[in-house]
């Protein structure tokens, strides 16, 4: 009995241990992303990036995604709530951060659908055929290829813009940008340039609701 009143303890204790690394990493990290947005400000928002809600909202949460990961799939909908939940007040700018294999040519296809006013489908298409073209965590762009070809987009102008400079360099400023910015995972999220204390949803929520009753 004493040997497993010791083993439970020990036990406890590492647990213990264990949660307060977490919760120190946690709030270094954020302290350092506070410190990155202060030095970098300017980084935050992008020009003609993607934006859902009102384009008049007070209210900005900049998501840094990968269309490959599965949180970012997991918060899309929770997020598109959040700017329901506060109509006119809330939007969000997504910008991207490949950090998946092969991510970085299908978050071209994202941009090029984007020059056509087909953001939001083709990310929506990208999410619900995750399991289709990510294979172990790596994503296969020639599995995502015809999976957008099949919206309502005109497919020359579509092939030709991945392949653009100019959709070159929007994905290469996000990614510079989001490397300023001490993003390191996906989905993360800014609002009104504060970021997340600690990762979820829950989080996320009370900064959103901070910022709407700070500019409303």
Known sequence: M???????SVAGLLLLIFAIL????????????????????ES???????????????VTIVEFLDP??????????LVTQLIERYPGKVKVMVRY????????????ML???HRQGRFWQALERLFATQHQWVVAHVSQPMRALPLLTALDLDQKRFADDINRPEVMQAVEQDQRDG???????????????RPMPSFGYEQLNQLVAEAVAASY
């Open 2 to 8: 004493n040997r497993k009143v010791a083993f439970i």
């Open 22 to 41: 977490v919760v120190q990493f946690q709030n270094q990290r954020s302290a350092q992303q506070a410190g990155a947005v202060a030095g970098h400000r």
């Open 44 to 58: 935050l928002e992008r020009a003609g990036a993607p934006v859902k809600g009102s384009p008049d909202a007070k």
């Open 68 to 77: 490959a990961c599965e949180t970012c799939r997991e918060f899309y909908p």
């Open 97 to 108: 951060a490949p950090l998946h294999q092969g991510s970085d040519q299908v978050v071209r």
């Open 111 to 113: 941009e090029a659908a």
């Open 179 to 193: 490397q300023r910015l001490n993003v390191r995972a996906t989905p993360e999220f800014f609002v009104n340039g």
